[in-house]
């Protein structure tokens, strides 16, 4: 059987238990099941309905037995050798082509399960299910790893073609590392685009990713600002190679979202950073005004984008599997105050977040005396912190238990001993990097572990 599946739970009135069941299926609504848990149903023979479990027998037709799961609504079964390939059914009714026919998705059968399934861990781990307070995601380094192509447009082919080899690798990993990892189409850039969009020069390393220079550096030149359309050719680009990677990889691919800083982070990148701050203290309304504009670009991107590959996606950093929303990086509120944040930065977090439905946040940045303002925001579904372990630790208590929080550090020493480091109350995603498939098999056991 596939490994990912080993852990599926299923709900038994108040508490979450492991199910394993055995089931005769055909693809028209057939269903007979042996379900064993820790107290099995007296009659032994089950069938699904849409939400519930009802008992129904199973009449007629090919039939398979197979391992069985329901992770909202999708139906799984996985024939014995010489019977009928692997189908995925809803309620009954068949979803996806045999494995090995030819369909419109790249994934089929194991792997569209394997991956319906981590995402609804994610869902449960954000909606605070008790029995789902971790997620585990294991990355597995690669030897001789072909370097990543830098993302700049002349490189366009290049990023295409390293994206879906990447994303291959990751659905290799799917059949054997049954971790929380989403697999995803990352159409990757760099923090420039929005600030070229707007004008900006662009300075590109040979050695790293490209950044924008500033072309901001008085009050006055904010008004004369022209907002651009989402088909200027540093955006259109994204477009274009994003659409070819969803072409090879079908509509369930997810896609990582490119990388996202907030409406005033961006404005940081296009006004000189020094005179951004002063003008902050002296002339906020021409800094409110930018970052206005701003948004009015990022908002209709976002909403095309999400338009043409769906509202779920994989955040650009950390890579965590979001159903619906935002996520955007934070990274300049380590530099005002309080007083400030609440001022400019809060209300735009606020209002992306109402208007997605909900928010992830990366920060880099020494701020501390912002996380009770930032505790406030609506919706805030998972939290970021890249800072010294002190100060993580310090976070994992602050946050917990009402934010999901994914930092830099989330433990050392022996890995059975991690969940042990962090709070009880705490929601938690614990990653680790491991040296081959045995080294990942063994770290993913010792995360697990209670």
Request: net charge negative.
């Amino acid at each position: 059987m596939v490994r990912a599946f080993s852990r599926a739970r299923a709900n038994t009135g108040n508490r979450m238990e492991p199910r394993i069941a055995i089931i005769e299926m055909t693809i028209n609504n057939s269903i007979n099941v042996n379900l064993f848990s820790r107290q099995p149903p007296p009659d032994g023979r089950l069938a699904v309905d849409k939400d519930e479990w009802i008992v129904s027998p199973a009449h007629g037709g090919v039939k398979g037995t197979a391992t069985f799961f329901r992770p909202r609504g999708l139906w799984y079964y996985e024939s014995q050798p010489g019977s009928r390939p692997r189908h995925t059914v809803y309620h009954g009714k068949q979803l996806a082509q045999p494995v090995g026919s030819q369909s419109k998705s790249f994934l089929q059968g194991a792997s569209l399960m394997s991956i319906s399934l981590r995402k609804q861990r994610w869902c449960s781990f954000f909606d605070g299910d008790p029995a789902v307070s971790a997620m585990v995601m294991v990355y597995v380094s690669e030897k001789d790893a072909p370097a990543r192509p830098l993302p700049l447009p002349d490189n366009k082919q290049e990023r295409i073609d390293w994206a879906w080899s990447q994303y291959e690798k990751q659905l290799e990993r799917l059949e054997w590392l049954d971790d929380d990892t989403v697999p995803y189409l990352n159409p990757y850039t760099g923090t420039e685009i929005f600030a070229e969009a707007f004008g900006c020069q662009v300075h590109r390393p040979d050695n790293t990713n490209p950044f924008a220079l500033p072309m901001i550096r008085d009050a006055s030149e904010v008004a004369s600002l022209r907002v651009p359309d989402i088909d200027t050719p540093c955006l259109s680009i994204l477009f274009d190679i994003t659409d070819e990677l969803r072409r090879r990889g079908g509509p369930d691919a997810m896609v990582k979202l490119v990388d996202i800083q907030s409406p005033m982070d961006i404005a940081a990148l296009i006004w000189e950073k020094t005179g951004f701050y002063s003008t902050l203290l002296d002339a906020p309304e021409a800094i409110m005004e930018l970052a206005g504009k701003v948004r009015q670009l990022l908002t209709p991107f976002l909403d095309t984008w999400f338009s043409r590959y769906g509202k779920d996606f994989v955040a650009h950093y950390p890579d965590y599997y979001f159903p619906y929303g935002i996520t955007l990086s934070e990274d300049e509120i380590g530099s005002v105050s309080t007083e400030v944040f609440e001022e400019t930065f809060l209300p735009e977090l606020v209002g992306l977040s109402n208007r997605y439905g909900a928010i992830g946040i990366h920060c880099c940045a020494n701020a501390t005396h912002q996380w009770e303002k930032l505790r406030t925001i609506p919706h805030l579904k998972l939290l970021n912190i890249c800072q010294p372990v002190e100060v993580v630790k310090e976070a994992y208590s602050f946050f917990s238990p009402d934010i999901p929080q994914f930092h830099s550090w989330c433990g050392e020493g022996d890995h059975t001993t991690w969940r042990g480091q962090l709070p009880r109350n705490a929601r938690a995603v614990l990653t680790a990097t491991a040296e081959g498939r045995e080294d990942a098999l063994r770290i993913l056991d010792a995360l697990r572990s209670e």
